[in-house]
Nanobody
Framework: QVQLVESGGGLVQAGSSLRLSCAAS????????MGWFRQAPGKEREFVAA????????SYSDSVKGRFTVSRDNAKNTVYLDMNSLKPEDTAVYYC??????????????????WGQGTQVTVSS
């Protein structure tokens, strides 16, 4: 069982940066691949980024590639999402998710076992 708590969201202007954090409970954090997803009003939850158990492999959606960076600190049981050059279309509730296992990356909602409660990111133009 893993519990996830996101933090770091807020209201920023276009072009700004934010760092989201996701703190995980439990002693087996390094056994989980982690992902970030987002959901805007009236839209489906979409993949943003993923990172494998060691942090050596990452993946990004085309819409955030080059602007967002996912990382993790297994000693702190925390995964991060650094968001730069934010755009109004990045406005959404951002969720972190955990997927048990050390094999590869996952980019769909169905592949993740645990979810945080989400943190709101609002980017004004």
């Amino acid at each position: 069982q893993v519990q996830l708590v996101e933090s770091g969201g807020g209201l920023v202007q276009a072009g700004s940066s934010l760092r989201l954090s996701c703190a995980a409970s439990g002693r087996t954090f390094s056994s989980y691949g982690m992902g970030w997803f987002r959901q805007a009003p009236g839209k489906e939850r979409e993949f943003v980024a993923a990172i494998n158990w060691s942090g050596s492999i990452t993946s990004y959606s085309d819409s955030v590639k080059g602007r967002f960076t996912v990382s993790r600190d297994n000693a702190k049981n925390t995964v991060y999402l650094d968001m730069n050059s934010l755009k109004p279309e990045d406005t959404a509730v951002y969720y972190c998710a955990a997927r048990f296992g050390r094999a590869g990356l996952a980019g769909t909602v169905q592949q993740y076992n645990y979810w945080g409660q989400g943190t709101q990111v609002t980017v004004s133009s």
